[in-house]
């Protein structure tokens, strides 16, 4: 037996953390072969960004951190919406910023209401959460480089990458 034993399932966070990680080790444990994909799905992503000439290059290992979860079924799933998603929000802020012609002001609240309405829905679908992510990252970023069509493209293209 161990040092410790915890007193029901739900306490193993109250193991000391060698315990912890002589568990999570192996590479039969649930955890390890997990850690050991997204460890070189970030390199390759993270060498991808260098080797791409993009202004943002850091989204693709960004994107690879946010759609890899521990299942392939789920990390496809979330890989397609997010795809999707990122493109929808491209084409809506590349529609949406020549038509209205914002102001400071009227970006302002266009960028909050694209984060409110993201986070709202974060846990429903992850599809419409990337489209108003990326509306909300372009705008944002309006404020720091005025281009806002040279950033929808970067994001995009770093999100298909």
Do not use: H, M
């Not at 209205?100 to 709202?120: E, H, N, W």
């Amino acid at each position: 037996l161990p040092p410790f034993s915890p007193p029901c399932r739900l306490c193993r966070c109250l193991r000391p953390p060698p315990v912890l990680l002589r568990a999570t080790l192996p590479l039969r444990s649930t955890a390890c072969r997990p850690a050991i994909r997204l460890g070189v799905i970030l390199a390759i992503a993270t060498a991808l960004s260098r080797l791409f000439p993009l202004q943002r290059g850091y989204w693709i290992p960004l994107t690879a951190l946010f759609v890899l979860k521990p299942d392939f079924t789920t990390t496809f799933a979330r890989g397609a919406a997010r795809s999707v998603g990122t493109i929808l929000g491209a084409l809506l802020t590349t529609l949406l910023v020549p038509l209205l012609l914002p102001t400071d002001r009227v970006l302002i609240l266009l960028d909050a209401l694209a984060a409110f309405i993201a986070f709202t829905f974060l846990n429903v679908n992850y599809a419409i959460f990337s489209s108003f992510l990326t509306i909300e990252v372009v705008i944002f970023l309006t404020f720091v480089a005025p281009r806002p069509f040279v950033t929808t493209f970067d994001l995009t293209l770093a999100t298909v990458i």
